[in-house]
């Protein structure tokens, strides 16, 4: 048993890691399409509350949902208040979580098939 190949770990490309984060996305694609969906659907009650255009209400919450907060568009009703204070970023740390939790999975994944193929060789 030559140790050495055992230790032997090879960089993984780009393209190879894509394919496989990709790949894990594919399981939770409803998951995701729903939080999506939800930080739309609360874009468009945002543009209504804060009479803002419907671009600009999805905009603002997204930037809400992912914690960005650039200021250019703030929060007045208490409706649009709580929403981008607490709804909001919730559903974009779950989104987060979620794609970090796929990209280490696909790292996992590709670690455990390079393994596979180390002791083939």
Do not use: W
């Amino acid at each position: 048993m030559d140790t050495e190949k055992e230790m032997e770990i090879e960089l993984v490309g780009f393209r190879t890691f894509f394919r496989e984060f990709l790949r894990v996305l594919y399981y939770v694609k409803s998951i995701l399409l729903g939080l999506f969906s939800t930080i739309v659907l609360l874009g468009v009650v945002l543009s209504f509350q804060e009479s803002l255009s419907i671009g600009d209400g999805v905009y603002f919450a997204f930037i809400s949902a992912f914690t960005v907060g650039y200021g250019d568009i703030t929060p007045t009703t208490p409706v649009s208040k709580v929403l981008c204070a607490f709804v909001l970023p919730i559903l974009g740390m779950i989104m987060t979580g979620i794609m970090v939790a796929a990209a280490m999975q696909a790292i996992a994944r590709l670690y455990k098939m390079q393994g596979k193929n180390n002791n083939t060789d």
